[in-house]
């Protein structure tokens, strides 16, 4: 299988990394085919919402990190979403392409795409996550795409809290279910 993982965390050796990383291990060893696209080290230009890209069908107006994942995501039969919880939120980096993804909308709903999401948060009560959740879910919904599996971890602020969790087996066996 032809997988995207964008990874909209900007830290390295982060929470949401950790996951990232162990994902990518199982599902390798099932001999999938993995391309990772980092948001936050990519320049993606947020949506202006000028309408260039449906008036001209010419694309979006900024040619920058997008060029390099639209291909990605065309070919991609299933993406994985990876991002920390930023005050209820995806990042920044990562809602910035999902913005991005007006450009080619038509086609983009039209794909039968399967996802995942890997993402981390410090709190820990239940609800926190909520948000985010909802909003991959209608996101989903509206892209005709289909959730096949997720990993929320609550309570992780530094990379030693999720070390010494089951998150990361998790991701590692989310990904070698594939």
Request: glycine share 6%.
């Amino acid at each position: 299988m032809n997988i995207l993982v964008i990874n909209g965390s900007p830290h390295v050796k982060g929470t949401s990394a950790l996951l990232m990383e162990e994902f990518i291990r199982g599902a390798q060893e099932k001999g999938h085919e993995i391309h990772v696209f980092h948001a936050a080290r990519e320049d993606v230009h947020p949506c202006i919402a000028c309408d260039t890209c449906r008036k001209t069908g010419n694309g979006c107006v900024f040619k920058d990190g997008m060029e390099k994942l639209n291909p990605m995501l065309a070919d991609a039969e299933l993406v994985v979403f990876v991002t920390p919880l930023y005050y209820f939120g995806m990042s920044a980096q990562i809602k910035a392409v999902f913005d991005r993804f007006y450009a080619n909308n038509t086609a983009l709903r039209e794909q039968q795409k399967k996802t995942i999401v890997l993402a981390t948060c410090g709190d820990t009560e239940d609800w926190t996550l909520d948000a985010l959740k909802h909003h991959f879910e209608d996101a989903f919904r509206y892209m005709r795409w289909t959730c096949i599996g997720s990993v929320y971890a609550l309570g992780m602020y530094v990379r030693e809290d999720i070390e010494q969790s089951d998150y990361p087996r998790e991701a590692y066996e989310l990904g070698r279910s594939l």
